[in-house]
Each structure stands twice: as structure tokens, then as C-alpha cells.
């Protein structure tokens, strides 16, 4: 968290005994805020904004397997764009969802835009990283696995979903070609789309999982929310 956001909702008191008010601001950085003096790719903090290591901040396979949910899980399969990712993870720390991000990424998971998406450790803590797709299948054999794709014909509205279910959305467009052995391979249980006008061309990959992640949840009586 920035000065500039700590000062958003108005001016600080100065405290008369103190001749440097930003002293006052660096005791507040003690208690949960980022310490002034950390560079701007730090990525994720402690609850006295001391960095931790992202990987220290996720769940493990098993741990995510095991974590009673009330939504299904996401997952992104070779994300590329980090803001994405960023968002995408906020997104399931709202909801209560665990995102599983499947290698290879394109981009370091300390890279500055990823950061700001406003995440912290909290936030990190509902992610899992996976080295290959064959690893999240067998983390999780007992989940179904449903593909959002725009070749599918079945709306994402006509399934009736579970928590221990996995949203499985790929790669955004580019250069790479979309893993088609992925989203329409024997693990997948069903392939769903979002209605879009024909004229235009996709949906922001964040902005498709949210409205499904967020249909799921309706489903589900939004267990857990508020």
C-alpha cells in the first residue's frame, strides 16, 4: 500500500510532540501497511509488511484438494498476461475460490503488474501452482472438470455446478495456438461458452471467469458471503 493510499480518505493529524509527521506514517507502516523503503517489485508481505516469498504464500495441491470450498475452483491454464492473473486472484479471494495457475506462465509471478492488482499474501494464499496440467488432474481426480471455451455449442448457464468442480479457462489469444488436448481432452466432463454478440471477437479472460465464478456461486446460495 502506497502514502498516497493511506492518505485517501483525508489529511493526517500531525502529532505536536513529533517534528516529521512522516514519522508518524512509518509507525503505521509496522502494523500491516508495506514499509516505505521496500522497492516497487515487491510482490507480497507479512501481516508487519516484512516480504515473504510468493511460493510461501500459496496452498500446495494436496492442501487445495482438501479445503472445503463454496464456489468451484478456477483455473487458468498458461496464463500470459499478468494484470489478469492479478485480478483473477483478487477475484478468488473475494469469492472463497482457489485458482489454479497451470505452467508454463508467461510472466514472473513477482512481476510489478501482478502487484498492482492491489495483491497481498492473504490474497496468495488461494492460489496454487501446478507444473504441468496432468498435475492438477491427478491432485483432484474426483472433480469435474468443465472447459469455457468459444467453440462449445452448451451455455455456462446450463450446468448445474458443484465446489469440488474445476472452471478450466486457457490461454489468452496469441501467437501460442489454444491447447485443444486441454480443453477438449477425455478429462474434460463438459465444454461451456458465454454468449457474446457474433460481431465482436472475446471477453477479457478475467472478466469470463468472474461472471462464472459468480453464477456458480448464485447457485450455490452465495454459502459464505455476504
Not at 464456489?71 to 483473477?88: D, E, K, Q, V
Request: net charge negative; proline share 10%.
Amino acid at each position: 500500500m502506497t502514502n498516497e493510499a493511506m492518505h485517501a480518505d483525508g489529511p493526517q493529524t500531525p502529532d505536536p510532540q513529533s517534528p516529521n509527521p512522516e514519522s508518524q506514517v512509518e509507525k503505521m507502516f509496522e502494523y500491516g501497511y508495506r514499509k516505505s523503503n521496500y522497492g516497487p517489485d515487491e510482490l507480497v508481505t507479512d501481516a508487519h509488511g516484512n516480504p515473504i516469498s510468493v511460493v510461501d504464500a500459496m496452498m500446495s495441491a494436496k492442501e487445495a484438494a482438501a479445503t472445503p470450498t463454496s464456489t468451484p475452483h478456477l483455473c487458468y491454464y498458461s496464463p500470459r498476461i499478468p494484470g489478469n492473473t492479478g485480478s483473477a486472484i483478487r477475484l478468488c479471494a473475494v469469492t472463497g475460490t482457489i485458482l489454479h495457475l497451470v505452467e508454463p506462465l508467461g510472466f514472473n509471478l513477482r512481476d510489478t503488474k501482478l502487484r498492482r492488482a492491489g495483491l497481498d499474501y492473504h490474497d496468495m494464499a488461494h492460489v496454487v501452482l501446478h507444473p504441468d496440467f496432468d498435475d492438477l488432474v491427478a491432485s483432484m481426480p474426483d472433480s469435474r472438470i468443465i472447459a469455457f471455451t468459444a467453440h462449445a455449442t452448451k451455455l455456462y448457464t446450463d450446468v448445474e455446478y458443484k465446489p469440488t468442480d474445476i472452471l478450466l479457462f486457457g490461454p489468452e489469444p496469441g501467437n501460442i495456438p489454444d491447447p485443444t488436448d486441454i480443453m477438449f481432452g477425455p478429462h474434460v466432463a463438459e465444454q461451456v461458452r458465454l454468449p457474446m454478440r457474433p460481431s465482436l471477437r472475446s471477453l477479457n479472460l478475467t472478466n469470463c471467469a468472474s461472471i462464472a465464478i459468480y453464477e456458480a456461486w448464485r447457485q450455490l446460495g452465495f454459502d459464505g458471503g455476504r
